[in-house]
């Protein structure tokens, strides 16, 4: 597990998404998650509704069924799976800023909370299914995150979980240099590997019932995002202020940062599929 070397907890996640809210929204769009590039031909828009679609697809969505989105951002990934698969959620952010952006767009099948999904509060087995697009990273206690997905899906239930991940026994220089920065300007407690992840999971009582590396599918994010940056610096004061001169404008270091680690093999993005057993025990 990269950890950084300063400590980061729930109170510096939120605060890093609160404070950066207008950089995230006009850079990154408001899914605030990599694109998935299946074709090559996708737009960026296109690209990041393909991995929200491989959720559902891989969560094997059923009209009705009730869902947990952990670390819901916007709400933009639960309003697309709420209205494309007839599913209700519940999203959880610790981020008052991107919780009072979703209210503006709210819809009756989705709840969103700004709540700690380490305390979520849900009753025992009251979820059909869940995902965590790139939000189990910024988990200060991942051993917990795991366990409160299985306390919270009923038997039978699904977990989806899309990672930034560590490269297996990364070299020295890499983790020096691009793994832990990235995880200290980017307010991740801890960034895991694979076989980590999976060895949590079943310990928690998952199944692993498969795993996808789409890393290469994925990376294209980063230069977009750079180069969607310096155009808003440019032409936006605001955009700029924040980008230079706020206590958490190390998040915008770590998009050469992220591009490198992709380049490299430093980081992986992977698609974990998870399974509560049923009541038979299968």
């Known amino acids: 597990m990269i950890v950084p070397d300063i400590s980061q907890d729930a109170v510096a996640v939120a605060d890093h998404y609160d404070e950066l809210d207008p950089i995230y929204r006009r850079v990154w769009g408001e899914h605030v998650h990599h694109g998935l590039w299946e074709t090559g031909r996708e737009t960026p828009g296109e690209a990041v509704e393909e ?11 059923l009209p009705g069924q009730a869902c947990v989105d952990i670390g819901c951002g916007y709400g933009s990934t639960a309003r697309r799976l709420a209205v494309t698969r007839g599913v209700h959620v519940t999203g959880f952010t610790l981020s008052a800023e991107q919780a009072r952006h979703a ?28 995902w965590s697009i790139e939000s189990s990273e910024h988990m200060v206690d991942k051993p917990r995150f795991f366990a ?12 989806v979980i899309c990672a930034w991940l560590a490269e297996t026994d990364a070299s020295g220089w890499k983790v020096r240099h691009l793994l832990e920065p990235i995880c200290r300007e980017g307010r991740l407690p801890s960034l895991g590997m694979r076989e980590e992840y999976e060895a949590m999971a079943t310990a928690a009582g998952f199944a692993v019932t498969g795993y996808e590396d789409v890393s290469r599918r994925v990376a294209r994010t980063w230069p977009i995002c750079a180069v969607r940056l310096v155009k808003a610096m440019l032409v936006d004061p605001e955009i700029r202020r924040l980008a230079l001169g706020t206590r958490n404008r190390g998040a915008i270091l770590s998009i050469p940062r992220l591009i490198l680690a992709y380049r490299t093999g430093a980081m992986r993005y992977g698609i974990f599929r998870l399974s509560k057993a049923g009541e038979n025990g299968r």
């Open 51 to 61: 991995l929200v679609d491989t959720v559902g697809d891989r969560l094997g969505l």
């Open 103 to 130: 209210a503006v767009h709210s819809m009756p099948s989705v709840d969103i909370y700004v709540r700690d999904w380490l305390g979520n509060g849900l009753p025992d087995a009251s979820a059909d299914a869940a």
């Open 148 to 159: 409160e997905a299985h306390r919270v899906l009923a038997p039978g239930g699904r977990f």
